[in-house]
């Protein structure tokens, strides 16, 4: 069976397209040769679990080293039984070495004094006392350990250090999707560690970056080599682009233009624009798991001024920050913040207006003309009517009042977009906007990709308490959105959030048009809302 691009579990290099494992990790070696012990955390499907994995397999190969690969995730219904997660990790343990290591480095059955509280230490002591090699250990999945079980489990390991390499492990590392102060616990007031201890003895806490264009292009050049099907440069560039080398986006765009899509020849970078939206529409588990965490207060404190354009204000913890990249959601050039990606800047906002979508009454397709473009002043006619009716109830009761315009104009764009073209999304952080763009489709082929293209931009401004009226900074920030767009026109929409702005009867009168100019002398549509 030929190889595929991985959507699923760790990579095994004989079934999937792979880069080297380890690339990513060039500390790793150095750390085992010292004897460190060490924290390894990294956002979920990047490949953290298959290198730890090769990592373990060359340290056995050498000669040097009984290195083994186990994982803690079956414990994590045990949080608060500490013996009946200890007894899980173990069980692993010994189940990963007799399908991994020789017979003369396995681990002998744990010993039968040990009880709750020192059973995983004691096993773990007897067989580094009994192996003939210095015991390399890696625990994947450790944050799935939670509470009392968590707690137990690191301080058996701290205990064990100062006896390393001939009564403990030469190395362990802790595995997971955050750093050692994020470990969730039940006690002390706080639900995190908030400190290294009970696991101080770590030397250094690591993480895996995403791939580099190149490393998309050679992962890509992999399926050419063995399928001869080529990528145009431009495929390749718009598929880091939109992925940033997220591990598994990248793999799961390709699954989607070989799958889905089925493109026979070379890809073209149409195919990725498909693959992208059929994606993001595939609620995989993947974006569905990422999507989950904005239900968490510490990542809405600091998603929820992203989406609206604001300034992240003093009272956002770094420590949340941080949480929020380990998780992969956002990540930074320089010192700038920012969504992650493309495809989770589109996954997070359609998730949070989902729940308004599926409560929309879809109006009548009046904004799409016979001849295939968009009539973009009646889809803004059909929103206004639809916020003079719905506005006022649906921001009273949405759940991120930071971002609520915003996500009300994005429900209602996304349920009337779908299928006839995509809607691309810019937050200007600290620039107090979002920026719109609406790709309408004028025809499409029988694969489902676009034969041309009518472009909107719109740019959502929200006049808050304190402020003047943003109407001047709005044209010259819309003005700078066009021009990298190459537009003559757009739209921009002007929302009054002020607590002396008309509400009840008065806000049925919202929703007042006029036309504006930009400094450079572009024309814009002012809509007041």
């Not at 990294?42 to 080293?65: C, F, I, N």
């Not at 190149?214 to 495929?235: C, I, M, P, R």
Request: aromatic residues 8%.
């Amino acid at each position: 069976m030929p190889r595929h691009f991985n959507i699923a579990g760790p990579n095994r290099i004989e079934m999937h397209y792979t880069l080297p494992a380890l690339a990513r990790l060039p500390e790793v070696h150095r750390l085992v040769a010292a004897q460190a012990w060490f924290v390894l955390h990294a956002p979920r499907q990047v490949g953290k679990t298959t290198a730890m994995r090769a990592l373990a397999q060359e340290l056995t190969a050498s000669g040097d080293y009984a290195a083994l690969w186990a994982t803690c995730e079956a414990g994590e219904p045990y949080r608060d039984d500490p013996a009946a997660a200890e007894r899980i990790v173990v069980s692993d343990m010994l189940r990963k070495a007799e399908s991994y290591l020789p017979a003369e480095l396995r681990p002998p059955a744990p010993p039968a004094g040990a009880g709750a509280g020192n059973f995983l230490s004691e096993f773990i002591h007897y067989w580094c006392r009994t192996c003939p090699r210095p015991v390399v250990l890696l625990l994947d999945e450790i944050d799935a350990l939670q509470n009392d079980a968590m707690i137990s489990v690191l301080r058996q390991l701290r205990g064990l250090y100062a006896e390393r390499p001939v009564a403990a492990p030469s190395t362990v590392a802790l595995i997971g999707l955050r750093d050692v102060r994020d470990y969730k616990v039940a006690s002390g007031g706080s639900p995190h560690l908030g400190t290294a201890s009970p696991f101080n003895v770590k030397a250094a806490s690591m993480t895996m970056g995403s791939f580099t264009r190149a490393d998309v292009g050679a992962l890509y050049a992999q399926h050419t080599a063995e399928t001869g099907q080529e990528f145009a440069v431009e495929a390749v560039d718009l598929a880091y682009e939109v992925t940033q080398g997220q591990p598994w986006l990248v793999n799961a765009l390709m699954d989607q233009v070989l799958n889905s899509i089925r493109v026979a020849g070379r890809i073209e970078v149409a195919h990725i624009a498909r693959a992208k939206e059929l994606l993001i529409l595939s609620r995989s588990t993947h974006l569905d798991s990422l999507a989950d965490k904005l239900n968490e207060p510490r990542v809405r404190a600091v998603i929820a001024p992203i989406l609206a354009g604001e300034q992240l204000g003093a009272e956002v913890p770094q420590r949340d920050l941080e949480y929020c990249e380990d998780l992969g959601l956002l990540a930074r050039d320089n010192k700038l913040i920012r969504i992650a990606n493309p495809i989770y800047r589109e996954v997070l906002p359609r998730e949070l207006a989902s729940v308004w979508q599926r409560r929309m009454d879809l109006p009548e397709r009046r904004w799409a003309l016979t001849d295939g473009r968009l009539d973009i002043r009646a889809l803004l006619q059909a929103f206004v009517a639809f916020w003079r009716e719905n506005g006022e109830w649906m921001v009273r009761q949405q759940a991120w009042p930071e971002s609520a315009q915003q996500i009300v104009v994005m429900a209602f764009l996304q349920r009337l977009v779908n299928g006839g073209g995509y809607i691309e999304r810019e937050y200007g952080l600290g620039r107090k906007r979002l920026d719109l763009l609406i790709r309408w489709f004028t025809g499409v082929d029988a694969a489902g990709l676009p034969t041309g293209e009518d472009r909107h931009a719109l740019e959502l401004k929200v006049w808050r308490d304190g402020q003047k009226d943003p109407l001047e900074k709005g044209l010259e920030q819309i003005d700078g959105y066009l021009e990298r767009l190459g537009l003559a026109t757009g739209t921009l929409m002007l929302f009054d959030a002020r607590t002396s702005a008309p509400s009840g009867d008065g806000w049925e009168k919202r929703g007042e048009f006029s036309e504006a100019q930009t400094p450079s002398g572009r024309a814009v549509t002012l809509l007041r809302l």
